[in-house]
């Protein structure tokens, strides 16, 4: 079993920028490229969406292409934990976010995630 605890949320302005926090326990995750961390978000009244991936040993990474210039995913092996960056950010960018793994590559398909957190609001202000 893994648990995956999303910290980080928060209420920015416009053009600000947060940092997002997903803490892995329960499995230790293997070094490889068969183990992923994304990220998605929900906004209000709207599907989930894919945010971006990353691997755990890095070499494989994918981003949604309206956002890979503005977001970055990162992660420390050692703290089994991956971060996401948010830069310039818009209000359209409101939503819960949420952290996922799966055991495979990095996929835009929530389907294909086995372990979810619970998310964490941001909210960006005009």
């Known amino acids: 079993q893994v648990q995956l605890v999303e910290s980080g949320g928060g209420l920015v302005q416009a053009g600000g920028s947060l940092r997002l926090s997903c803490a892995a326990s329960?499995?230790?995750?293997?070094?490889?490229?068969?183990?992923?961390m994304s990220w998605f978000r929900q906004a209000p009244g709207k599907e989930r969406d894919f945010v971006g991936g990353l691997a755990w040993n890095g070499d494989r990474s994918a981003y949604a292409n309206s956002l890979e210039d503005r977001f970055t995913i990162s992660r420390d092996n050692a703290k089994n934990t991956v971060y996401l960056q948010l830069n310039s950010l818009k209000p359209e960018d409101t939503a819960v976010y949420y952290c996922t793994a799966r055991g495979g590559g990095p996929s835009p398909f929530e389907d294909d995630y086995e372990y979810w957190g619970q998310g964490t609001q941001v909210t960006v202000s005009s």
């Open positions: 329960g499995r230790t995750f293997s070094k490889s490229a068969m183990d992923t």
